[in-house]
């Protein structure tokens, strides 16, 4: 359980001249930043030489910190290897899809698998975790910085060698590998594992299994990386490892996280994308059951780089986020960055203290925060979030299957943030679950976007149904196998038999004008859908327009004491949003969902407990305001005032910590 809420920001001492520390401190004061985390970018400054590493300064630096109690978070500095490591070392480099091996400079520039980098990795973070691993103050290690986020899969001839490995681990034989990617097609065949290519540019698409494949591949080896270096760290020091991710970057976070302490994202998202926001809060407190988040990066204003920028938040935004993020299970919220960057790429970005050490047009935002962090923290340690009996499923494997066939340009990211909005639209406390998951203490479980259903997660989600779970399935979800091929035996595999259907053809509904009903509600369809014949299910959803007239998209079967619902299309528009609302309405009642409430769109309830007592923090997000019915009495919980029950209202960005007691 956290001991403190933290407030921190990125820092970069060794940027600037030393006497600039005491005025940072002062103003660090003053914001109320507890926390830094420094060291990400500094492997020059570490070794600037090959060889003669010296920590000195960070050391003071985080001595003088924590004379004033800012603790700190360090880091090691892989994503910028220094030019002695990769000057006249081509081979040692990033090579993109089309060939192209990165020059020294920006950052990310070197293969994360070559060998000679492991190596000096593996010692500048020894030295680190040596020197710092025990200092006082020194509360948790970040690895490296958002892994993979300009780069994706690298084609080095490292690489070559490993993913020729990689795939005789996985598949054992040629003639499993042959047999599996279909490899017949186009004279594919294989007659050695080390004749496979890597999906780099060729005349038309390369085979959906080497390209689906490659990314799995890249994706184990980066999360392998990250073991070696947080093994390396555990030798020297007890501080709690993370890193700092995404849902942006060409990693599977769930493996990434498997073997770290707790999670962190960073993210940049626009006010008028808060629900980007709450969907991170939601995934990321998942990654890691019962520890506590953190948002390791985000903008007191706005996010610049030379060539772009985000909109500002409005006054207030800040402190909703942040309050939001607490309530929702974070230990921690920092900002990129402290002190407005002089020189590099990133000049522009909003930042706490400006270059010439005066306070930004974020700084009263920050202290806003700071003000609120104070006022919540004693409640938010004394209680933890309510487990959801809302679970979705989010997977980055999906995601990889999604960029290897994106038919019309499908984001994974996108279509997942879309369809939860419906949930969280509806006033759900919602669970965002890896595909690894539990479903333990869920009662409505959506798999939304799934096209491998994995034969575990088939049985675990069986287990779910047969014990009273409503588990929702689709849209996109099981048509494809493990590797990225068409099922043999049934359009959705596996799925079909329990589920009580048959999947009569699949097609793109875009464009052909087709119309779907749900409980009298009627909404255009799209995307690739499954077209179903009951077996043993009943209809519950069907085509009134379009091709398929008459046939099934929606079904349900019960099975034990649960339901099994198919849904084969996503309804889209102002009524299809109204269908999808009333498809969650009418499954949560029938789950029997409890953790729901009223209010309205534009803010949020984070439902907290503590010994059966619940705590909810009610907070605006679009700054609008925003009402809630209590169904209860409730005791507001900063000024201890009773509130009957019945609608309460909220300001813009404002929020309420209301306690309900017995
Ligand atoms: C993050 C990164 C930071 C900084 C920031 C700017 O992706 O970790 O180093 O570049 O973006 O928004």
């Known amino acids: 359980m956290a001991k403190k809420l933290y407030h921190g920001a990125a820092y970069y001492p060794e940027l600037w001249p030393e006497a600039i520390i005491e005025e940072d401190i002062k103003f660090m004061l003053e914001a109320g930043i507890n926390v830094v985390r420094m ?96 200092l006082q103050g020194v509360i948790a290690w970040q690895l490296d910085n958002e892994f993979k986020c300009h780069v994706n899969e690298c084609f080095c001839d490292t690489c070559k060698t490993l993913w020729h490995q ?79 991710s995404t849902t942006f970057f060409h990693v599977d976070n769930e493996r990434l996280f498997e073997n770290l302490d707790f999670a962190s994202f960073d993210t940049y998202a626009e006010k008028s994308n ?60 920092c900002y990129w960055l402290w002190r407005q960057q002089r020189t590099g790429c990133e000049q522009p970005h909003g930042s706490v203290l400006s270059a010439w050490g005066k306070p930004t047009v974020g700084f009263e935002n920050v202290k806003e925060v700071e003000v609120a962090r104070k ?15 809302v679970a979705i499923t989010y997977s980055d494997i999906a995601r990889a299957f999604f960029k290897t066939e994106p038919h019309r340009e499908l984001v994974y990211r996108d279509l997942m943030i879309k369809f939860y909005e419906n949930i969280l639209s509806n006033g759900y406390h919602r669970d965002l679950i890896t595909e690894n998951a539990s479903l333990q203490g869920y009662k409505l479980l959506f798999t939304p976007f799934l096209p491998n259903v994995s034969t575990t997660y088939l049985e675990r989600a069986k287990r779910f149904v047969e014990e ?72 519950v959803g069907s085509i009134k327009e379009g091709i398929s007239t008459g046939k099934a998209f929606i079904t349900e079967q019960r099975r034990g004491k649960g339901k099994i619902v198919m849904l084969g299309s996503l309804p889209v528009g102002e009524e299809g949003d109204k269908l999808l609302s009333t498809l969650i309405n009418h499954y949560a009642e029938e789950a029997n969902v409890r953790s729901h409430t009223d209010v309205s769109q534009g803010t949020i309830v984070a439902p907290r407990e503590k010994n059966g007592e619940l705590v ?4 605006n997000m679009d700054g609008n305001g925003g009402t809630v019915t209590l169904q209860m009495n409730g005791v507001d919980g900063i000024t201890g005032e009773p509130i009957p029950k019945g609608p309460i209202e909220i300001g813009a960005f404002q929020y309420r910590i209301i306690h309900f007691r017995g």
């Open 39 to 134: 060291g990400e970018f500094a492997w020059s400054t570490l070794e600037k030489e090959e060889g003669s590493i010296d920590l000195s300064f960070f050391v003071n630096v985080i001595k003088r910190l924590n004379e004033h109690g800012i603790e700190t978070v360090m880091c090691t500095p892989t994503p910028t290897p220094p030019i002695w490591l990769t000057h006249d070392h081509p081979e040692r480099m990033h090579v993109n899809q089309e060939g192209h091996v990165m020059v020294h400079g920006s950052r990310q520039h070197i293969c994360t698998n070559n060998p000679v980098f492991r190596e000096k990795a593996a010692i500048i973070t020894e030295e680190i975790a040596k020197a710092i691993g025990n």
């Open 166 to 244: 990689w795939l005789e681990e996985r598949y054992g034989t040629i003639d499993v590998l042959n047999e599996a990617w279909g490899t017949d097609i186009w004279s594919q065949y294989y007659q050695r594992f080390g004749q496979i290519p890597q999906p780099k540019a060729a005349p038309f698409l390369h085979n959906s299994s080497l390209t689906t494949m490659y990314q799995i591949f890249s994706y184990e080896k980066i999360a392998e990386f990250a073991d070696e270096q947080a093994e390396i760290i555990r030798h020297y020091s007890n501080a709690p490892i993370t890193h700092n």
């Open 274 to 333: 808060f629900a980007s926001y709450l969907f991170n809060c939601d995934l990321w407190r998942n990654l890691k059951v019962g520890k506590d988040f953190w948002v390791m990066e985000t903008s007191p204003s706005h996010a610049a780089s030379l060539a772009s920028h985000s909109a500002s938040h409005p006054n207030g935004y800040l402190k909703a986020e942040a309050v939001a993020s607490y309530a929702l299970g974070g230990e921690a919220f």
């Open 375 to 389: 006022e919540i923290e004693s409640m938010i340690l004394s209680t933890r979030p309510l487990q959801a009996e």
């Open 468 to 539: 009273g779970g409503v588990w929702v399935i689709g849209p996109l979800t099981g048509g494809r196998t493990e590797h990225h091929t068409i099922h043999r035996d049934a359009g959705l595999g596996e799925l079909e038999e329990f589920a009580g259907i048959e999947t009569l053809f699949t097609y793109p509904m875009d464009g052909t004008e087709s119309v779907g009903e749900f409980l009298g509600i009627e909404a255009p369809l799209s995307l690739w859908s499954a077209i179903f014949e009951p077996k043993d299910a009943n209809v």
């Open 616 to 619: 909810w923090v009610v907070v």
